[in-house]
């Protein structure tokens, strides 16, 4: 059983929304808090801070949107004719600035800068709480939280749409924020993570499902790297210590294995908790939203809405036992070595589908999905990590050594070590590989792809256009509801 899992509930209609981890539930009846009483003791700061995590759990971000935007955009999946139109536009680039998730995304991400800003600006009266109420350590790790949540918010929101609007304080009225340029949001989002870092605890001390030092860490090198920044990034790797690659790679994407030694931060889900609110979140993270589609929606079983591209079974090299561990093909057991994949289970119509996901699927223990899987996904693991500081390591360090981070991935997947010799451009187009394979369907290869530059030639042929489709439409509600923002700030192409 999963513990420390974290679940929400609305309280309030925008920014009190009270949450605590299973450990705490008799902490707090949020029944009876309202903003008159907040911030009075630890369980009332602790049910602030667990509320900006609820927007991760929206159909704009981990419930639906986010996997479906990435691994189509990526092209990591193709799609059977049942996907629904709007999954559709990813993959074809046809989406608009009326495009429904995208508006999801967009709110979610703000609404939960919203939630970490409300922790943030009431800084003064949580120090206010007597110590014999709560620690000042304990009010310095929630602010550290809040100050990651706002980083990371920021980070997905300036990834997809380059210049938005910069917010770190609660509005007195009904007003609207011009856009800031990408470099102030960066600047923001990297004192967030300075900030959190020097308050978080350790993974091991903090509770599964919260922010924790290492996790802010990884971040801010991940945010160094996307900057270009290859020292600074490598230097925050560097600082990294009690994480190991799983021996397993599987384990990475089991329920029962969960937060195990390669988990940096983890995207939580616990359907045991509930899932009433499942159909009618796509924004706000309001209500019990402990579950996501995804399971259903890629299940070659179930939905199967999308397939693994031929282009990602292609790139796997002969041996490499990830392949089997992210992908079920014909022949392949399930449900516990129980039942075994056919051809008839990857056949739609008339055609027979390759391969079908395995990854974040249900099927090693269970017969069939259902729309409430409850496995975690993995933000940021130490493979990932690795293969970052490779990437480091080939611009401002040694081939050697950035080829040595290389081969400890694939040792793990039964592949023979690269030789250390490799050429700069070579070691780069390693990289560029290995991320393919080691990250598949965990959406990250868009992102990767376009701050490489390489996207219009790994996107050729997918109506992806160089110098619009690097960045998503700021929605047409913003524009229209925002009276800093008009028609002339939209990205470009849009």
């Known amino acids: 059983?999963?513990?420390?899992?974290?679940?929400?509930?609305?309280?309030?209609?925008?920014?009190?929304?009270?949450?605590?981890?299973?450990?705490?539930?008799?902490?707090?009846?949020?029944?009876?808090?309202?903003?008159?009483?907040?911030?009075?003791?630890?369980?009332?700061?602790?049910?602030?801070?667990?509320?900006?995590?609820?927007?991760?759990?929206?159909?704009?971000?981990?419930?639906?949107?986010?996997?479906?935007?990435?691994?189509?955009?990526?092209?990591?999946?193709?799609?059977?004719?049942?996907?629904?139109?709007?999954?559709?536009?990813?993959?074809?680039?046809?989406?608009?600035?009326?495009?429904?998730?995208?508006?999801?995304?967009?709110?979610?991400?703000?609404?939960?800068?919203?939630?970490?800003?409300?922790?943030?600006?009431?800084?003064?009266?949580?120090?206010?709480?007597?110590?014999?109420?709560?620690?000042?350590?304990?009010k310095a790790k929630f602010m550290g939280e809040a100050k990651f949540l706002r980083g990371l918010y920021y980070f997905w929101l300036v990834v997809r749409y380059g210049d938005v609007p910069l917010i770190t304080v609660i509005p007195e009225a009904p007003v609207g924020f011009p856009k800031s340029s990408a470099d102030l949001v960066y600047q923001q989002i990297i004192d967030d993570l300075k900030d959190a870092q020097t308050t978080l605890r350790d993974k091991g001390v903090e509770d599964n499902g919260r922010a924790n030092k290492g996790a802010a860490t990884a971040l801010l090198g991940k945010v160094y790297l996307y900057r270009g920044e290859h020292a600074l990034a490598l230097a925050e790797f560097n600082k990294l210590s009690g994480y190991a690659l799983e021996a397993n790679f599987f384990d990475n994407f089991k329920e029962e294995t969960e937060h195990g030694i390669e988990s940096i931060f983890e995207i939580e889900y616990d359907d045991d908790l509930g899932f009433s609110a499942q159909w009618n979140s796509d924004a706000s993270g309001a209500g019990p939203n402990e579950a996501t589609f995804r399971g259903q929606e890629y299940g070659c079983l179930n939905w199967f809405n999308v397939y693994p591209s031929d282009d990602l079974l292609d790139e796997y090299e002969a041996g490499d036992t990830r392949f089997?561990?992210?992908?079920?093909?014909?022949?392949?057991?399930?449900?516990?070595?129980?039942?075994?994949?056919?051809?008839?289970?990857?056949?739609?119509g008339t055609d027979v589908r390759r391969a079908g996901w395995k990854k974040y699927q249900n099927y090693y223990k269970d017969a069939s999905e259902d729309q409430t899987s409850g496995i975690n996904f993995k933000y940021l693991r130490y493979a990932d990590v690795l293969l970052m500081m490779a990437e480091c390591e080939n611009e401002v360090g040694t081939q050697s050594d950035a080829v040595g981070y290389i081969n400890r991935v694939r040792l793990r997947a039964g592949l023979t070590g690269l030789a250390t010799t490799l050429t700069k451009d070579q070691v780069f187009t390693a990289i560029v590989h290995e991320r393919k394979v080691e990250l598949?369907?965990?959406?990250?290869?868009?992102?990767?792809?376009?701050?490489?530059g390489n996207a219009s030639t790994e996107l050729a042929g997918t109506n992806f256009q160089a110098g619009k489709h690097e960045l998503m439409p700021i929605p047409d509600a913003e524009i229209s509801s925002n009276e800093s923002i008009t028609s002339a700030d939209q990205n470009p192409g849009y």
Not at 33 to 43: I, Q
Not at 330 to 345: K, P
Request: negative net charge; proline residues 2%.
């Open 1 to 138: 059983m999963k513990k420390y899992k974290i679940i929400f509930t609305i309280f309030t209609m925008l920014l009190l929304v009270n949450a605590c981890s299973e450990k705490d539930l008799e902490l707090t009846n949020p029944n009876q808090l309202s903003p008159d009483t907040f911030f009075k003791n630890e369980a009332q700061v602790q049910s602030a801070v667990n509320a900006a995590y609820a927007n991760f759990q929206t159909h704009g971000m981990y419930s639906r949107g986010m996997f479906f935007s990435s691994d189509n955009m990526s092209h990591e999946n193709a799609g059977n004719p049942q996907l629904e139109a709007d999954k559709k536009q990813y993959l074809d680039f046809s989406f608009d600035s009326s495009h429904g998730l995208n508006k999801a995304f967009w709110d979610s991400c703000f609404r939960g800068v919203n939630k970490a800003n409300f922790v943030i600006e009431n800084k003064e009266a949580i120090d206010a709480i007597p110590e014999t109420l709560m620690s000042t350590t304990t």
């Open 324 to 348: 089997g561990d992210t992908f079920y093909s014909v022949g392949d057991s399930y449900a516990e070595g129980a039942l075994t994949i056919t051809t008839s289970n990857l056949t739609v």
């Open 440 to 452: 598949a369907g965990e959406q990250v290869r868009f992102n990767d792809i376009v701050r490489w």
